[in-house]
């Protein structure tokens, strides 16, 4: 299995998808759009890089409530409208 796109480079990117050799030869020979930056582009279906292929991923993380600084947004008063009140133009 490859991870599609597997870019080699600082900048990794924000989807992959877990797809076989067949799947991405298929996708280089349509010309798929994520093909241009890949380490499997050109490379037979049995190729494997030197190293494995690491990615950052970093999944949302709860902030502490320690660092967290509340900051009340001042709102207008809610202007109720009076029966019987004209609307002024």
């Known amino acids: ?24 030869l298929s996708r280089q020979e349509a010309n798929f759009h994520k093909c241009h930056r890949c380490i499997y582009r050109g ?15 970093t999944q949302g ?3 502490n409530p320690a660092d967290v600084k509340r900051v009340e947004i001042p709102r207008p008063a809610a202007q109720e409208a009076q029966p019987g009140a004209a609307a002024t133009a």
Do not use: K, N, Y
Request: hydrophobic content about 45%; proline content about 10%.
């Open 1 to 24: 299995m490859r991870l599609c796109p597997s870019v080699d480079s600082s900048a990794s990117p924000l989807i992959t998808h877990r797809i076989g050799a067949d799947v991405c």
């Open 43 to 57: 490379q037979a279906a049995s190729w494997q890089p030197a190293a494995e292929v690491a990615f950052r991923v």
């Open 61 to 63: 993380e709860d902030p």
